[in-house]
């Protein structure tokens, strides 16, 4: 199928929402228990204009805020994020193995082997880097996928006239449950690794191979 919203711009998380939100509707096609498009890729200009206003999503800022610094602990178990947010999401004790490890924590996977650091370090020494990349999804732990699987294959940094643009590549994407909190943690992450740098943030790329709703949320 031909994706024919590509690479659309938007300034606001919120204004892609809601646009992506009526192409799924209206031009998503019927995919297990979704309505979907594939390969959507887009831009938002101002990243940090992150939250999500909408009266039917009703997206909690406090929450996003927690799943971000239980990222920045980097620790796998969802015990960690109840011990912050003082609860664990039904959608995260379904999706941890019997110990309470998820693999996708994200802080968890790009402190993995240091990519980060190693990242930021990179684009210090090489600003025209193109190697700025961390790896989210890791094949050799395959196996271990059996109750999470992360919907992020990767994220990749680069600089363009001194401001830090960056892009994440997904494999899948809900609109309603994932993206809304997604961005909000990958732009947190591309905003942080800029005050590192020492350079203003630019712009937000998103991309999903399949971007959906799920039909309850149709």
């Known amino acids: 199928m031909i994706n024919t919203i590509n690479n659309k711009v938007f300034r606001t998380a919120n204004v892609a929402y809601e646009y992506l939100h009526d192409q799924i509707i209206q031009h998503g096609v019927a995919f297990g228990d979704t309505k979907a498009l594939f390969n959507v890729g887009f831009y938002i200009t101002d990243p940090k204009n992150r939250k999500i206003i ?7 800022e406090e929450y996003a805020l927690a799943e971000w610094e239980w990222y920045l602990t980097g620790d796998p178990n969802i015990k960690a994020l109840g011990d912050i947010y003082g609860k664990v999401p039904e959608i995260w004790k379904r999706m941890a193995d019997p110990s309470g490890k998820v693999n996708s924590n994200y ?3 790009w402190e993995r082997n240091s990519q980060l650091e190693m990242v930021i370090e990179m684009l210090r020494q090489n600003p025209d880097t193109r190697q700025a990349c961390v790896s ?3 094949g050799k732990e395959i196996s271990d996928y059996a109750f999470d699987t992360p919907c992020t294959w990767a994220v990749q940094f680069t ?3 001194n401001r830090l643009d960056m ?5 899948s ?6 993206f809304c909190n997604d961005q909000y943690q990958f732009s947190k992450l591309q905003e942080m690794v800029s005050e590192r740098l020492k350079i203003e943030t630019g712009v937000y ?12 949320k149709i």
Request: proline share 0%; charged share 20%.
């Open 205 to 216: 790329y998103h991309f999903a191979h399949n971007m959906h709703l799920y039909n309850n």
């Open 159 to 161: 600089i363009v006239n």
């Open 54 to 60: 909408n009266r039917e999503r009703k997206w909690s």
């Open 173 to 178: 994407n809900d609109l309603w449950y994932g």
């Open 136 to 138: 989210i999804y890791d």
């Open 167 to 171: 892009c994440v590549t997904m494999r």
């Open 107 to 109: 802080g968890y996977q």
